[in-house]
């Protein structure tokens, strides 16, 4: 079973925009962790913002805020006030418990217009 | 500060033959994890080392091997490649003793295999 779906294969966004990017993970796991990370066409992986399972509040990071729903496992990305640097392949990525990898989803892609 | 670096950046080999890609960790990191992301898809995880032994693997045949040297840099080995072989292959960094979520990727090394 895909313990990361990224439902929307690709979003387009109007500059200065705010962008939802949905992401909704599976685990039996009490104790994890959510990432979000940004790959532009250059193929370098850039770490944008990180939800553990039992911090409280969302996480926020600049123009970055993760939308945490646990009940729903869900964990949304925000990008607010998108700028043309945004354009990107965004990944929605989940550690679970004692495990050392990454499960990531399929990813979207977002293009930002002028 | 240098962060995560892999060479070689491009490569092309042929159907049964062998490669070793190479990846330094990010300064004051000891952990290497690899991943392999087939064109359109998430990363996929192969393996982590640590204290130069592997410490957990993924879903990969035996064809996929790897090395930790002192330093803490890693090298991938894969033998008899097959065209299905085929990706983006990125590494990343972190340390056992700093927060427990920072992983930081290079920007990977690209495998044709024809």
């Known amino acids: 079973a895909q313990k990361i779906t990224q439902t929307q294969p690709g979003m387009f966004v109007q500059e200065k925009e705010a962008v939802t990017l949905d992401c909704t993970y599976d685990?039996?796991?009490?104790?994890?962790?959510l990432f979000w990370y940004k790959q532009p066409s250059s193929g370098e992986m850039i770490f944008l913002i990180y939800?553990?399972?039992?911090?409280?509040q969302n996480a926020t990071e600049g123009r970055y805020s993760l939308n945490f729903q646990k009940a729903r496992k869900s964990a949304n990305l925000v990008i607010s006030a998108s700028q043309l640097g945004d354009s990107a392949m965004y990944f929605c990525?989940?550690?679970?418990?004692?495990?050392?990898?990454?499960?990531f989803g399929a990813g979207t892609t977002v293009t930002v217009r002028a | 500060d240098a962060g995560v670096t892999q060479s070689p950046t491009h490569l092309i080999k042929t159907r049964g033959q062998q490669v070793t890609l190479r990846c330094s960790p990010k300064?004051?990191?000891?952990?290497v994890s690899w991943y392999q992301q087939a064109l359109g898809q998430g990363p996929q995880f192969i393996f982590q080392?640590?204290?130069?032994?592997?410490?957990q693997r993924g879903n990969f045949p035996d064809r996929f091997s790897g090395h930790q040297f002192p330093n803490y840099s890693s090298e991938l080995n894969v033998n008899a490649l097959l065209l299905g072989d085929s990706a983006l292959y990125l590494c990343?960094?972190?340390?056992?003793?700093?927060?427990?979520?920072?992983?930081?990727f290079g920007p990977g090394t690209r495998l044709t295999v024809t």
């Open positions: 990343a960094s972190s340390s056992s003793g700093g927060s427990s979520y920072e992983q930081y």
């Open positions: 685990t039996s796991d009490q104790s994890y962790g």
């Open positions: 939800q553990g399972s039992y911090d409280e």
């Open positions: 990525a989940m550690r679970e418990g004692r495990d050392y990898k990454l499960s």
């Open positions: 300064s004051g990191h000891d952990t």
């Open positions: 080392y640590y204290e130069e032994e592997e410490r």
